[in-house]
């Protein structure tokens, strides 16, 4: 709508006429509804409301549980992990872990001698005298 | 013909505290049935006065009210405040009007759309006793009025009810029926327009009688 109508428009609403009309709209009586449509409104309400509190209780009764476990899990979590000690654990008997060592070598040494099957105690049993029996009389003797 | 009209005007009550009503909005979001109560307190009037008009039959009327409210009370968490709360009311309140008026296909008088010379002149109104700014309408001329309202095409009724009852500013009634504020304007012109007419047909003793 062009300015210059509108402004023309504007001045005939305001016309004496036209706001007569407006004044007489004005004046009709309004209408209440009814106790029985208020009563009738107000039950529907309620009944939405309770409805929708039952939700949220709901909602309260399952998930609020849920969330608190897992809360409560997620916090043990953290917490064994942060507690585990981070330094090499150290043997309480050294005595004890240098004889099994040993054991743990003899076994390897006689196997690498006599092959697989020989037991360390056989080997120790049968093992070769480092110190010569024999004497110089001995290979005149020869 | 002399017209004996009331000398008292039935006031309605409003929300004049910001704060107070600004507070009563945000316990309506949330749902409280109380607080949702005394909304329908305000507006239940008004309300039911603007879809009575709007919807032919008064029964059909106060169904229609009921789920105004009903609705409102639904989704009043997604009342955002950019509007009033009142125009968000009445916005919910004429939607549910159209279709109302849509499934009964009403067909009301076509009104010319055409903004002409008529309408601007004042009608003799024989009651030195009327005064506009304090007087509600009663019995026969009230009901001309009324009568000239239902006779008028739903589009110029909302216009019309929506300004000169609701006092919505133009801008508002575009917003909330979506259509250009001139065209609001024009409507409103011609809806009163029509209502002259009316009201002079019926002081000329040619209009047939009124239907109360």
Redesign the interface.
Same mark, same amino acid.
């Given at each position: 709508?062009s300015e210059r109508?509108?402004i023309n428009?504007?001045e005939?609403?305001a016309?004496?006429?036209?706001t007569?009309?407006?004044?007489?709209?004005?004046?009709?009586?309004?209408?209440?509804?009814?106790m029985a449509?208020?009563s009738?409104?107000?039950e529907?309400?309620?009944a939405?409301?309770a409805a929708?509190q039952k939700k949220r209780n709901l909602f309260g009764w399952v998930w609020k549980p849920a969330v608190g476990l897992a809360l409560a899990g997620a916090l043990a979590g953290v917490f064994l992990i942060r507690t585990q000690p981070e330094t090499r654990p150290t043997v309480a008997r050294p005595a004890l872990e240098a004889r099994l060592v040993m054991a743990h070598q003899d076994a390897v040494w006689s196997q690498d001698a006599a092959g697989a099957g020989l037991s360390p105690a056989d080997a120790r049993a049968t093992e070769v005298q480092l110190e010569p029996t024999w004497t110089e009389e001995d290979l005149s003797s020869l | 013909m002399e017209l004996v009209l009331r000398a008292t005007?039935?006031s309605?009550a409003k929300h004049n505290d910001p704060a107070a009503e600004a507070a009563l909005i945000d316990r309506c979001r949330k749902?409280?049935?109380v607080a949702? *109560?005394r909304f329908?307190d305000a507006y239940?009037?008004?309300v039911? *006065?603007f879809v009575?008009r709007m919807v032919a039959n008064p029964e059909e009327a106060?169904d229609v009210?009921?789920d105004v409210?009903?609705r409102a009370?639904?989704h009043f968490e997604r009342f955002d405040g950019r509007s009033s709360v009142r125009t968000w009311l009445f916005r919910i309140a004429y939607n549910l009007c159209v279709d109302k008026a849509r499934k009964a296909d009403r067909s009301p008088i076509d009104t010319s759309l055409t903004?002409g010379d008529e *309408?601007?002149?004042?009608?003799d109104i024989a009651d030195s006793r009327w005064q506009?700014?304090r007087?509600?309408?009663?019995g026969e001329?009230?009901d001309v009025?009324?009568q000239g309202?239902a006779t008028m095409s739903e589009k110029l009724r909302t216009v019309?009810?929506l300004h000169?009852?609701e006092d919505m500013a133009y801008e508002e009634i575009a917003a909330l029926v979506g259509i250009?504020v001139?065209?609001v304007?024009?409507r409103?012109?011609l809806a009163?327009?029509h209502?002259?007419n009316v009201?002079k047909e019926y002081l000329s003793g040619s209009m047939p009688e009124v239907q109360a």
């Open positions: 709508m109508r509108e428009l504007d005939r609403l016309s004496a006429g036209q007569q009309v407006r004044e007489l709209v004005k004046g009709l009586a309004d209408e209440t509804p009814s449509w208020r009738g409104l107000n529907q309400i309620l939405m409301a929708k | 005007r039935l309605v749902q409280d049935p949702f *109560g329908v239940q009037a008004r039911f *006065g009575r106060a009210t009921q409210f009903i009370f639904q903004v *309408g601007e002149d004042t009608i506009p700014d007087l509600t309408l009663d001329l009230a009025v009324e309202i019309l009810l000169d009852r250009p001139g065209t304007k024009s409103l012109f009163r327009a209502l002259q009201l």
